[in-house]
């Protein structure tokens, strides 16, 4: 069964410190995995994707196939990036499949 | 440039009554989605639309059913409320022109059954 797992439902971190939101799938294709984010009385966005490699707002996630992860890493939090973040996956067509979702709390 | 915009923002509904919410998007997408979040589920799409015309089930469609009236709007029904289905909805677009682009969504709409 496709299936995305966020084991943690708040991650609670101080400025400056670094921050991992871990993330899980089971799929049998070749999976696509992005992480959305919504901040507060913000909607939700795409924060990134995996096959962009790219790093947003200091934030970068590598697919590791071996142990099905895509973990969200940033080395140093920030106050902003308080947020709730979810893990997806992409099914056929544009269908996703999110996880439960992490709630960021980063304290001064 | 509003996006995906949804009404009404909020709702409270007896059980058995009848509602539809609204949602319409000013991007010329073509998909659309229908997903509901609920604590300890993250997202769950109810429905799909890959076009104008087209409407398909998601992982949760029982008890909803959908319209897509134009390629602007995309409405979700309630036909006869539950509580089960106190929730938060989000309405959603993407552009289906190959490749995987990013859903935009809306506000959301919460909603509360008694």
């Known amino acids: 069964a496709q299936r995305v797992t966020q084991p943690e439902k708040l991650l609670s971190v101080f400025k400056g410190a670094p921050v991992e939101l871990k993330c899980n799938y089971s799929y049998s294709g070749s999976p696509e995995l992005f992480w959305y984010v919504q901040y507060s009385r913000q909607r939700l966005q795409l924060l990134l994707r995996?096959?962009s490699r790219e790093s947003i707002k200091g934030f970068t996630a590598d697919l590791n196939k071996g142990e099905t992860s895509f973990h969200l890493k940033k080395p140093f939090a920030q106050e902003e990036d308080s947020a709730m973040y979810y893990c997806a996956l992409r099914r056929n067509t544009d269908k996703l499949i999110f996880g439960t979702g992490t709630r960021l709390q980063v304290f001064p | 440039n509003a996006g995906v915009t949804q009404t009404p923002k909020f709702q409270v509904l007896k059980t058995g009554q009848s509602m539809t919410l609204q949602c319409a998007q000013d991007?010329?997408?073509?998909?659309m989605y229908w997903y509901r979040q609920d604590p300890g589920m993250g997202l769950r799409l109810i429905y799909y639309?890959?076009?104008?015309?087209?409407?398909d089930k998601g992982e949760v469609p029982n008890g909803y059913n959908v319209s897509r009236l134009n390629k602007r709007e995309f409405s979700l029904r309630l036909e006869s409320a539950a509580p089960s289905q106190t929730s938060v909805y989000f309405c959603?677009?993407?552009?289906?022109?190959?490749?995987?682009?990013?859903?935009?969504f809306g506000d959301g709409t919460r909603l509360s059954i008694l």
């Open positions: 639309s890959a076009s104008e015309g087209t409407t």
């Open positions: 991007m010329n997408h073509n998909s």
């Open positions: 959603a677009s993407s552009e289906n022109r190959g490749g995987y682009q990013p859903q935009h």
């Open positions: 995996h096959i």
